[in-house]
C-alpha cells in the first residue's frame, strides 16, 4: 500500500528523507487492515484493479498522514488534493493497450492483518514493468 509517491529525488536525499517520514511515524500503531471488496479504477474501461482495504479504527490514514505532512514541511512532498485511499494495486492495463472491461470478482478471503512497517522504496521502471528495491524501513509501534 503506498503511503506517499514522492517521485525523482537525487540518491544523496535518501537518508534525509527516510528520517522525515519515519521519525514521526515510529511510535504510531500498526495498521489492522482487510481486504474487503476488489475495485476497478476508474469504474467504467479501468486502467488498473485494486484491493480495497478496511482500514479498521483508521490507523493506516493517520500513518500516511503524519508522514505526508512530515515529508512536505520537508518540502520533499507536495500533498496530493484527493483523500488518502488504502489499497493494494494488483493489475494494470498496459499503456497504449485497450482498457478492459471491469470484473465482476469477490475480494479473497483473508484474515485481518497488522501492517507493521513502512518502507521507503525505489521504483526501478522498465518497458516490462516496475521492479522495487527497499532502500529503508521502520517497524511502526516502537
Same mark, same amino acid.
Not at 490507523?59 to 512536505?72: E, N, P, Y
Not at 483473508?110 to 516490462?128: G, I, K, M
Given at each position: ?15 534525509e528523507v527516510a528520517q522525515t517520514a519515519f521519525e514521526p511515524v515510529r511510535g504510531l500503531a500498526a495498521p489492522e487492515l482487510s481486504v474487503r471488496a476488489v475495485r476497478p479504477v476508474p469504474a467504467r474501461d479501468p486502467r488498473l484493479f485494486a484491493f480495497d482495504l478496511s ?6 490514514? %493517520?500513518?500516511?498522514? #503524519? ?5 512536505? +514541511?520537508? *518540502?520533499?512532498?507536495?500533498? =496530493? ?33 497488522? %501492517?507493521?512497517?513502512? #518502507? ?5 521502471? +522498465?518497458? *516490462?514493468?516496475?521492479?522495487? =528495491? ?9
Amino acid at each position: 500500500m503506498t503511503l506517499v509517491f514522492l517521485g525523482y529525488l537525487p540518491e544523496k536525499k535518501v537518508a534525509e528523507v527516510a528520517q522525515t517520514a519515519f521519525e514521526p511515524v515510529r511510535g504510531l500503531a500498526a495498521p489492522e487492515l482487510s481486504v474487503r471488496a476488489v475495485r476497478p479504477v476508474p469504474a467504467r474501461d479501468p486502467r488498473l484493479f485494486a484491493f480495497d482495504l478496511s482500514d479498521v479504527d483508521g490507523r493506516a490514514g %493517520a500513518v500516511q498522514a #503524519v508522514a505526508s505532512d512530515a515529508l512536505a +514541511s520537508a *518540502r520533499f512532498y507536495k500533498p =496530493e488534493k484527493r483523500q488518502f485511499w488504502p489499497h493494494v494495486t494488483f493489475a494494470r492495463v498496459k499503456r497504449g493497450q485497450r482498457r478492459v472491461p471491469p470484473i465482476d470478482a469477490e475480494p479473497p478471503q483473508l484474515e485481518a492483518f497488522e %501492517a507493521t512497517d513502512v #518502507v521507503l522504496y525505489r521504483s526501478h521502471l +522498465s518497458p *516490462r514493468g516496475a521492479r522495487y =528495491e527497499a532502500l529503508e524501513t521502520v517497524r511502526l509501534g516502537l
